[in-house]
């Protein structure tokens, strides 16, 4: 059964340093290919953009925008985020566009939520017998995405956590007597990211502590563990995830506000502690929050990330050529010595909405830092350095 | 007058990403001139470490060490806050250490208190007829040294700024309606860091307002600034100094502690603002503060910074060896097309305590953002891309 006509390809969810290399690969996939793929549009705004017939032709993106377009971070094609089916007609709407363009190719690139709403569009199409291959591209610092390996854009953050944590660490040594450093990390509820703080414990420089949601917060131990670190070494580095609650499940952050997927958005946990750990144990404290850092700091992205999510782009395309459909592109890690991975569809039902949290046996018997079985994941997955485009000290990304 | 003897070498006041520089340049001149510097010592935690007699010897430094010193940030012999004399005994007491070690060459690395230190030390060694020569070699991220065109830690500080500004406006350009994104940056009473964030705006992604220190800030103003960006781009990038004060010279932020030198420390205006502007304006607003990362982040340093911090400390050596003394190393900006500088000495008196404030004429009219003279000045300082030891992903620094 082969399908011809055109594709179109979406940018879903938070941003990351590396999604637009993903793009990058559908685009460069799709026009080895276009005997069967006429024209790739690109949504603009995700799946607002397929809904409203807001597509731009990516054959208009110029050789400038392709060169530099792997190395800039944030969403190129303008993201979103939307739940299908926002109201009654959208559904009707986006098939309109589909019909009207001739779009026989679907790429959504993004997290869970857009993996939900690759599997409702999946679904959807069939349910209309439109003929139409739907694949999930995956995307997400968070790497919480059920079914794959890891996900690209997580090592690229992972990279810079561990240069961030080490280069604190640095600083922290300077004085004789040195402060307890909270650093706060992305991380509702899986602690993947938290737990990448650790990497930079590899240099010697590291987190003393890690806490990630995955394990209940007991605020006596916590501050038990400090003042142990603190009385051994003069200073203390504390990594902690956003989104760590206590044993009831109860959020211990105190600021709490709601997206639009009445998700709950934390942040402040760093100056919780900040102030409990002054209170309490009357020591130099300060809270560091990375932030949005997290998410778009291109400078510091990881080569193997960059690449994979480049080729997750690519295959995303061959999959959809070869007829698959309503799957997404996942990584199988070999078991192997070496690093060695390689690609495979899972159903999209398997990926949507289900977490994939952090191991139980990738933390220490405490709770409180990382098992060397992490480590052992984490590390291949930071490797490399980009040849990214500089010119007078100034980083040069694609513009539109 | 051949002064021959033992030479000593101190970090003091904040580290940055490339003291350390300055601290192998001062080795490596030395050890150049052996029949005048017998050793060259490093004070531990910097004046105390003479006081106390505690130094080492660097001479002890592994060529492992000095490979990645050049690239290592914090303050590699330890540094303090720590302002002469703390009890009376401290100027004997430093004598006594200077006269068991012959040390007959100080050189004290760091800002406009540390060069108050180097002052007063070499006034007391004069009164006392110790026969010595006393050369501070400038340091400071905040670039506020008076009597240098800029010093050694800003440039890699502005580099910093200026890409994390730049990916934070890539994040924000990703939602069809974006944030109002508040980034605090450091400068008690100086705008030079806070200015560097508009280098990002020659990449075509900076900030759209820009607050110093030394402009008083008006709340009305300011709301009125941020909803004109917003209703014409509808998001809005504003780089705020820490320090910023009303027109009574009160300061703006809420949170105030105060360092061992009566300095007030800052914090907390970003939230302040952000606040102000959800209130207010009813705008999605986030503030970032970036915290200790502008003086640590050695990932990002600047090459053409870190070899003037180098050269700094060489220089320290040949003009003490000159019979120079009293005095601090500047950098001299020629006055030609291309970036030239020439290294002089300039009187620590001129360069003790007085603060070097970002001039009127870098800031525009409204001074709400900087002037092409701003433009002009930083950007050669930003510039090369030094070779950073890495392995695996991970950042490799010296160690003691």
Redo the contacts between chains.
């Keep these: 059964m082969n399908v011809k006509g055109n594709a179109v390809y979406g ?1 879903s969810g938070g ?1 990351t340093s590396v999604i637009n290399a993903s793009f990058c690969g559908v685009v460069s996939e799709c026009r080895k290919h276009r005997e069967t793929i006429g024209t790739l549009y690109a949504m603009r ?1 995700g799946i ?1 953009g397929l809904i409203d017939d807001d597509l731009s032709d990516t054959d208009q993106l110029s050789e400038e925008q392709l060169r530099l377009l792997p190395y ?4 190129f094609c ?4 939307y739940r299908l089916p926002g109201d009654g007609n959208d559904y009707q709407k986006l098939l309109a566009t589909l019909k009207k363009r001739n779009i026989r190719f679907i790429f959504l690139n993004g997290g869970n939520d857009s993996m939900d709403t690759c599997m409702k569009l999946s679904a959807f199409l069939q349910q209309v017998h439109y003929d139409c291959r739907v694949i999930g591209i995956p995307k997400t610092i968070d790497n919480d995405l059920y079914g794959s390996d890891h996900a690209p854009g997580y090592g690229s953050a992972a ?1 810079f956590i ?3 944590v ?3 660490a ?2 922290n ?4 007597t040195g402060r307890v ?1 909270i650093v706060e990390i992305m991380g509702r509820d899986t602690g993947w990211l938290t737990a990448s703080a650790s ?2 414990g ?4 590291g987190p003393d502590l890690i806490y990630v949601p995955e394990i209940p917060f007991d605020m006596t131990s916590f501050l038990h563990d400090v003042q142990e670190v603190y009385n051994r070494n003069h200073r203390c580095l504390v990594a902690v995830s956003e989104g760590i609650r206590d044993a009831s499940g109860a959020f211990i952050s105190t600021e709490t506000k709601t997206d639009v997927f009445r998700h709950v958005q934390l942040g402040g946990i760093g100056r919780a502690l900040e102030e409990e750990v002054g209170k309490r144990l009357h020591l130099p404290t ?1 809270a ?2 990375l ?3 997290q ?6 992205i ?1 080569e ?1 990330d960059r690449k994979e999510a480049a080729c997750c782009g690519r295959r995303a395309v061959s999959f959809a050529l070869k007829g698959i459909t309503d799957s997404m592109v996942a990584i199988r890690r070999r078991n192997t010595p070496e690093y060695r991975i390689v690609y495979q569809s899972v159903p999209l039902q398997k990926a949507a909405n289900t977490v994939s949290y952090l191991p139980r046996e990738m933390m220490n018997e405490k709770g409180n830092y990382v098992s060397e079985a992490f480590l052992s994941y984490a ?1 291949p997955l ?4 980009p040849s990214l485009p ?1 010119s ?6 694609a ?1 539109q």
Tied chains: 1, 2.
């Excluded at 590899?202 to 420089?205: A, L, Q, V, Y």
């Design positions: 940018q941003p705004h607002r800039t971070p944030g969403a303008g993201s979103v985020r990279k561990a240069a961030t080490q280069s604190i640095c600083d040594e300077c004085y004789h450093n990497l930079a590899i240099t010697g420089r300060r560091i929050e932030s949005l850092l998410r778009c700091f291109a400078p510091l990881s193997r590390l930071i490797g490399g350095v500089i007078d000290g100034l980083y040069q990304y513009k």
